[in-house]
T-cell receptor
Framework: DTGVSQDPRHKITKRGQNVTFRCDPI?????LYWYRQTLGQGPEFLTY????????KSRLLSDRFSAERPKGSFSTLEIQRTEQGDSAMYLC????????????FGNGTRLTVT | TQLLEQSPQFLSIQEGENLTVYCNSS?????LQWYRQEPGEGPVLLVT?????EVKKLKRLTFQFGDARKDSSLHITAAQPGDTGLYLC???????????FGTGTRLTIIP
């Protein structure tokens, strides 16, 4: 069971620095989602891809955030000029396009901005 | 904006007791999913309910989707320490491919 893989698991960075996270979805899944979760809260939707196309972006996603999925397989999420408010767990999930197909989540990247 | 409010936010009970967690919204959902999340891990799907009024059982867990498809409940019978975790409901809307997650219920079962 390959599962959804996220790298790195933890990232500590100073305010103002850029960071990039990677997500490798389950291989046959063509949908990929990014969520952000703060401690004890439910995940908040950021963006999702169908294959390589980015189909929806949340208003939470400021212009400092950019996500790509260039070949329809792995995805990257970049945050430029990080702020302390960006500190959170960034979760990636993948799924098939079947109706009600469940999301399979990775174990997340925990970002701490100091 | 669709909001899913869960109650209670925190629940701490003794092993062997029963409990119910609620998930409420003013929006109608095409389906609703329940996930459990443990510290340092991503959420893991427990169940999907699709039909208004639907009841699904998973061992000691009983899930119900409201008749109007706006709310759901999770009932746990004879809770065990292994049930400890963050329980999340998540709703899918017609024609919208993203899941909206609830605010979460942190459950602690005391041995």
């Amino acid at each position: 069971d390959t599962g959804v893989s996220q790298d790195p698991r933890h990232k500590i960075t100073k305010r103002g620095q850029n960071v990039t996270f990677r997500c490798d979805p389950i291989s046959e899944h063509n949908r990929l989602y990014w969520y952000r979760q703060t401690l004890g809260q439910g995940p908040e939707f950021l963006t999702y891809f169908q294959n390589e196309a980015q189909l929806e972006k949340s208003r939470l996603l400021s212009d400092r955030f950019s996500a790509e999925r260039p070949k329809g397989s792995f995805s990257t999420l970049e945050i430029q000029r990080t702020e302390q408010g960006d500190s959170a767990m960034y979760l990636c999930a993948s799924t098939r396009t079947d109706y009600n197909s469940p999301l399979h989540f990775g174990n997340g990247t925990r970002l701490t901005v100091t | 904006t669709q909001l899913l409010e869960q109650s209670p936010q925190f629940l701490s009970i003794q092993e062997g007791e029963n409990l119910t967690v609620y998930c409420n919204s003013s929006s109608v959902f095409s389906s609703l999913q329940w996930y459990r999340q443990e510290p340092g891990e991503g959420p893991v799907l427990l169940v999907t309910v699709v039909t208004g009024g639907e009841v699904k059982k998973l061992k000691r867990l009983t899930f119900q989707f409201g008749d109007a498809r706006k709310d759901s409940s999770l009932h746990i019978t004879a809770a065990q320490p292994g049930d400890t975790g963050l329980y999340l409901c998540a709703g899918a809307s017609f024609g919208n491919e993203k899941l909206t997650f609830g605010t979460g219920t942190r459950l602690t079962i005391i041995p």
